[in-house]
Antibody, heavy 120, light 111 residues
Framework: QVQLVQSGAEVKKPGASVMISCKASGYTFTNHYLHWVRQAPGQGLEWMGIINPSDTGAMYAQNFQGRVTMTRDTSSNTVYMEMSSLRSDDTAVYYC?????????????WGQGTLLTVSS | QSALTQPASVSGSPGQSITISCTGTSGDVGRYNFVSWYQQHPGKAPELMIYDVSNRPSGVSNRFSGSKSGNTASLTISGLQAEDEADYYCNSYTGSSTPYVFGTGTRVSVL
């Protein structure tokens, strides 16, 4: 069965960087784009970016350009989301989500979420 | 890219039908038939309920249906059940430099 398993909770200081991983299983890794979505405490969902695991092409929301990098490792079927210059308002749960097949533009499987806390 | 507009809350009694609206612009909801809907229970990851405006993934109850008119998409839940109490988010493809945008979210309460 399709699974996206994310790395564990992180606590970082303002100005630091963080890398969150998302390991995919149960399907052909290179056949589906993967997205990152975050949710601040008590707030709504915010789309962050997308990576194409087959060629590493990535696109980021304007709010995150220059501060977020998405990469992948096909040997371990894992995508990574690195965010730098962390601020307190980056405190949120970060999700990876698989896109429907054939660029379906919806997210059919989600990781369990990774809580990032940014605090001095 | 601004968030799509949803009502903050909608409520209904068991067995009733409710509809959640999702208003965007002619550049997102109005232009593309790539509207999806997600259900999120507290402390859980979102779950896909509707994609491409009105398609249900396998395993999703046929009590959930989607539609679109102009710049507004809608999610209807018929035969409301206690388990439907959750937050619901719409999402649309925009084709812009930020190609996806979520709605503000709607809390559904079953009275």
């Amino acid at each position: 069965q399709v699974q996206l398993v994310q790395s564990g909770a992180e606590v970082k200081k303002p100005g630091a960087s963080v890398m969150i991983s998302c390991k995919a299983s149960g399907y052909t890794f290179t056949n589906h784009y993967l997205h990152w979505v975050r949710q601040a405490p008590g707030q709504g969902l915010e789309w962050m970016g997308i990576i194409n695991p087959s060629d590493t092409g990535a696109m980021y929301a304007q709010n995150f350009q220059g501060r977020v990098t998405m990469t992948r490792d096909t040997s371990s079927n894992t995508v990574y989301m690195e965010m730098s210059s962390l601020r307190s308002d980056d405190t949120a749960v970060y999700y990876c989500a698989r896109e429907l097949p054939q660029a379906g533009k919806a997210f059919d499987y989600w990781g369990q979420g990774t809580l990032l806390t940014v605090s001095s | 890219q601004s968030a799509l507009t949803q009502p903050a809350s909608v409520s209904g009694s068991p067995g009733q039908s409710i509809t959640i609206s999702c208003t965007g612009t002619s550049g997102d909801v109005g232009r593309y038939n790539f509207v999806s809907w997600y259900q999120q229970h507290p402390g859980k990851a979102p779950e896909l309920m509707i994609y491409d405006v009105s398609n249900r993934p396998s395993g999703v109850s046929n009590r959930f249906s989607g539609s679109k008119s102009g710049n507004t998409a809608s999610l209807t839940i018929s035969g409301l059940q206690a388990e439907d109490e959750a937050d619901y988010y719409c999402n649309s493809y925009t084709g812009s430099s930020t190609p996806y945008v979520f709605g503000t979210g709607t809390r559904v309460s079953v009275l």
